[in-house]
C-alpha cells in the first residue's frame, strides 16, 4: 500500500525515495555474523501546490520537499535552481492540440528549458471534467494521445525527468455514455473508468507514475472507501491502484498531486 498511496495530504505532490538504513542493515561487532538486511519502506516526500514561484516564500516555514507550479499561470518553467524539487504542471485546459506536432515541439523546448531545474512534468489536469478539458466531453482516448507525445518529448531531452499523468479528479460512478465512453455523461467521466480506458490504450507506456488526487471529502483518511457512496474516501486511491494492478503497472507509484 506504500507503494501506492504517496501522500496523506490534499494538493501535495510526492516521490518514493531511501532513508538511512536500518540497524540490521549495518556491520555486527566482531565475532557476530550480520543479518540479513530489513527491506527499506518507501520514504515519501512531501509538496504543496503553490501555482507560482511567487507564492513560495508564504509555504517556506512548512519545510516541505516539493512545490507544484503551473504553466497556465507561470507560463514557463524555472530558469533558476529552486531550494524545492519542482512538479510543473503542463497546461491542458484547451483540450486536445489542434497540431499534435506542434506541441509536442513546444513541449520539447519545454523540457529544454526546465532541464536542471525540474525534475517532474504533470500532463494536465483532471483530464476527466470537461471544465479543464476546453468544455468539451471527457475523451481518455485523446488523452493517451496527448500524453504520447509529452512523453516522448520530454524524455527526448530530458530522461530523467519523471512524467506523471494527469491527476483525475474522484467524481464518483456516472451513469450513461457519451461520444461512445461509458461512465460518462459529457460534464465529467467517471475517474476509475477513465483510468481503465487509459490502460487499455496503453498509456501505461507514457507515464512514470500515475497522478490522482485522492480527496477525503467528510471521511476520515482510515475509512474503507468501498464503504463509502461514491468511493469518495482518501482511500479511494487503493481502487485505482487495484487498476493498475490488472493492467501489469503495480510498480508504477502514484503520485497524489
Avoid at 64 to 75: S, V
Avoid at 216 to 224: L, V
Amino acid at each position: 500500500m506504500c507503494a501506492a498511496i504517496v501522500a496523506a495530504l490534499l494538493g501535495v505532490a510526492c516521490v518514493l525515495g531511501m532513508g538511512a538504513q536500518p540497524p540490521s542493515a549495518r556491520a555486527a561487532p566482531p565475532g557476530q555474523t550480520t543479518p540479513p538486511p530489513t527491506p527499506l519502506p518507501p520514504h515519501l516526500g512531501y509538496g504543496i501546490n503553490v501555482r507560482m514561484e511567487s507564492n513560495i516564500p508564504l509555504v517556506a516555514p512548512l519545510g516541505l520537499d516539493w512545490i507544484k507550479l503551473w504553466e497556465e499561470y507561470e507560463g514557463e518553467p524555472p530558469t533558476e535552481r529552486l531550494d524545492y524539487q519542482v512538479l510543473f504542471v503542463v497546461n491542458l485546459k484547451s483540450g486536445m492540440p489542434p497540431d499534435l506536432d506542434d506541441w509536442g515541439e513546444d513541449i520539447r523546448s519545454m523540457a529544454k528549458d526546465g532541464k536542471g531545474f525540474v525534475e517532474a512534468y504533470e500532463i494536465g489536469n483532471e483530464p476527466n471534467v470537461a471544465s479543464f478539458w476546453n468544455n468539451q466531453p471527457p475523451d481518455p482516448g485523446k488523452y493517451v494521445e496527448v500524453l504520447k507525445v509529452a512523453y516522448e518529448q520530454i524524455k527526448a531531452v530530458d530522461p530523467d525527468a519523471i512524467v506523471v499523468s494527469a491527476g483525475l479528479a474522484p467524481v464518483g460512478r456516472i451513469e450513461g455514455s457519451c461520444n461512445g465512453w461509458s461512465g460518462n455523461n459529457c460534464e465529467a467521466m467517471d475517474e476509475q473508468e477513465y483510468a481503465r480506458q487509459m490502460f487499455l490504450l496503453g498509456a501505461g507506456d507514457y507515464f512514470d507514475a500515475f497522478g490522482y488526487h485522492p480527496y477525503g471529502y467528510a471521511y476520515e483518511p482510515e475509512i474503507d472507501a468501498h464503504t463509502v457512496s461514491n468511493t469518495f474516501a482518501f482511500r479511494g486511491v487503493e481502487i485505482m491502484h487495484d487498476l493498475l494492478e490488472e493492467r501489469n503497472l503495480g510498480h508504477k507509484p502514484i503520485w497524489a498531486t
